[in-house]
Nanobody, 121 residues
Framework: VQLQASGGGLVQPGGSLRLSCAAS????????MGWYRQAPGKQRELVAV???????NYGDSVKGRFTISRDNTKNTMYLEMNSLEPGDTAVYFC????????????????WGQGTLVTVSS
């Protein structure tokens, strides 16, 4: 199973970006998916998570500005980021709890490679 994150870039304060995370491989089902971020010199923190039933949870610093969603038909998750602030500058990582195909049907946690978001004028 692989997760491919994309959509990062340079944006001015107040601007918007949309991140995508596509899962591929031997996937039976995906339960929880989430975005995390890590700024230079800081620990990785939760940005947002979405469960298979589409319930969501957000970090306090992004509530009201970011929206997480998923397309189960494409095994893809999105993060719509609005009203971006310099404090949002970080590498954004996607994570998914995937039940793999095959007889075992075990569930593993996978991480994408990260995509850099820079908010600066």
């Amino acid at each position: 199973v692989q997760l491919q994150a994309s959509g990062g870039g340079l944006v001015q304060p107040g601007g918007s970006l949309r991140l995508s995370c596509a899962a591929s491989g031997s996937i039976f089902s995906i339960d929880r998916m989430g975005w995390y971020r890590q700024a230079p010199g800081k620990q990785r923190e939760l940005v947002a998570v979405i469960i298979s039933d589409s319930s969501t949870n957000y970090g306090d610093s992004v509530k009201g500005r970011f929206t997480i969603s998923r397309d189960n038909t494409k095994n893809t998750m999105y993060l719509e980021m609005n009203s971006l602030e310099p404090g949002d500058t970080a590498v954004y990582f996607c994570n998914a709890h995937v039940t793999v195909s095959g007889w075992s049907r075990l569930t593993y946690s996978y991480w994408g490679q990260g995509t850099l978001v820079t908010v600066s004028s």
